[in-house]
């Protein structure tokens, strides 16, 4: 039987992720953030980043949303499309 990598042992963050309910794109912010050391090293980090671009970018437009502005928020070069 093939042992899993060290960063598959540990079911405390997905465990706590399952019983909190806690949103797909934060979850993988932290998991990422949580595993970074252990698998892929800074590349993890770039995608923790990712998400968290991703997620400050949909919290902009449902602000603006609530607002009734037409602003397109941009983060780190990333265009959203409102339409």
């Known amino acids: 039987m ?8 540990d079911t405390k963050l997905m465990d ?4 909190k309910q806690v949103p797909f794109a934060e979850g993988n912010i932290m998991k990422y953030v949580y595993r970074w050391r252990e698998k892929d ?14 997620l400050i970018a949909s919290e902009e437009l449902k ?8 602003v397109t928020p941009q983060v780190q070069g990333v265009y959203l499309d409102t339409e």
Request: aromatic share 8%; no cysteine; proline share 3%.
């Open 41 to 54: 090293g800074v590349k993890d980090l770039y995608k923790a980043r990712d998400y968290l671009n991703a």
């Open 63 to 70: 602000e603006l949303d609530t607002q009734h502005q037409v």
């Open 16 to 19: 706590l992720l399952i019983e």
């Open 2 to 9: 093939t042992k899993s990598p060290n960063h598959y042992q």
